[in-house]
């Protein structure tokens, strides 16, 4: 049984994300707290295995809790979060705080909305309970700007990842050459929250990053992240020019975006000069897909269990058979910049 306890000043929040709870068999909230003082003598006593976290508080806000929180007690938080670019930036925060995942409170009580984030929050506190929270060790020489490379055989690199995915794509992207090919991502993400990833990336990495909009041709030396209600796809045209394409349909796996739908559609259209890839996450999203890349002739990589925050997708890929290899999350970026200088096919 899965502990939790709920942090939120509202009253009305802290009723409503017990009874969603609630309806989990293997989830049971052992108590609420409205603040963080509440908060800290609560968790001292109930030793729940999730908590909950509001970020905006009174007396303490959820950041400067969590902060602490981490320095003197590390244990698996999801933070809850407004669904506005002010929200956005401060769980991405979190997540560089210790932070396990996220999820941006309803907009309204629209029962077909109520009950998607339902599954998104149990989904989440259940990632949470399973996850290692304590950051991977990711000291390597980093250069701020990586020199461009004199060969490139692949054409496009392909990320999926949920759980603990936004530090690890931070980590990849961080490590690319400045002229590497067109990089397309699909992470876990809500609306607005994904903006604020993008443009967050922007700013710590050398190549250039934006949330994809649709239509754009893909250019290397560019990272593009699937916007957080649309499926990331792309499209290749008769020239062989690579496009974006953004699908507004029903969530595949619980997820939109879904990692699924981006690697299912490189694997139709690019797949043997492709280089696919499987991050830390909860659930089994991407695995069939990267199956489906590996399978049409694309080099794929596993990162390995060990790094992982969740070793949900990609040891459901490892399980499949979907992957050439697996790697810890610190020699991926290595051994893509070693993928893109060989000049002849994939090695075996």
């Known amino acids: 049984m899965i502990k939790v306890l709920v942090i939120d000043d509202s009253a009305l929040m802290r009723r409503l994300l017990s009874h969603m709870l609630s309806f989990a068999d293997d989830i049971e909230v052992v108590g609420t707290a409205q603040d963080a003082y509440q908060a800290r003598e609560q968790i001292k006593k109930l030793l729940p295995d999730v908590i909950t976290l509001d970020i905006e508080m009174p007396k303490m806000d959820g950041l400067s809790f969590l902060s602490n929180l981490m320095r003197l007690r590390p244990m698996p938080v999801v933070m809850v979060s407004s669904l506005t670019e002010k929200g956005a930036a401060a ?28 599954d998104y929050l149990i989904h989440k506190v259940r990632g949470a309970a399973c996850a290692k929270f304590a950051k991977p060790n990711l000291q390597i020489p980093m250069t701020p700007h990586q020199p461009a490379l004199s060969k490139l055989r692949s054409r496009l690199i392909a990320i999926g990842a949920s759980t603990g995915g936004i530090e690890a794509i ?30 967050r990336l922007n700013l710590q990495c050398s190549i250039k990053v934006i949330e994809a909009k649709g239509a754009e041709k893909l250019t290397p030396g560019h990272a593009y992240i699937a916007p957080g209600d649309q499926h ?15 699908v507004d349909s029903d969530p595949v796996n619980l997820h939109k975006p879904s990692v699924d739908m981006l690697f299912n559609s490189v694997a139709q259209q690019l797949p043997k000069t492709t280089i696919g890839i499987i991050l830390t996450g909860m659930g089994q999203d991407g695995s069939e897909g990267l199956y489906n890349l590996h399978q049409a002739g694309a080099y794929t990589i596993a990162q390995d269990q060990p790094s992982s925050v969740v070793w949900g997708m ?17 020699k991926i970026s290595q051994r893509i910049i070693n993928l893109l200088t060989i000049a002849d096919k994939h090695p075996d």
């Open 91 to 118: 769980s991405l925060e979190a997540i560089a705080l210790g932070a396990v995942d996220f999820i941006a409170k309803p907009k309204n009580n629209h029962p077909a909305g109520l009950a998607l984030f339902q």
């Open 170 to 199: 931070q980590h990849i992207l961080q490590n690319m050459p400045l002229n590497c090919p067109p990089i397309v991502i699909t992470q876990h993400i809500p609306p607005v929250f994904s903006s604020s990833f993008a443009k």
């Open 232 to 246: 990331l796809t792309i499209d290749v045209n008769s020239n062989g020019e690579i496009y974006t394409k953004l």
């Open 314 to 330: 990609p040891g459901a890929a490892v399980a499949r058979g979907a992957c050439n290899e697996q790697l810890p999350l610190n």
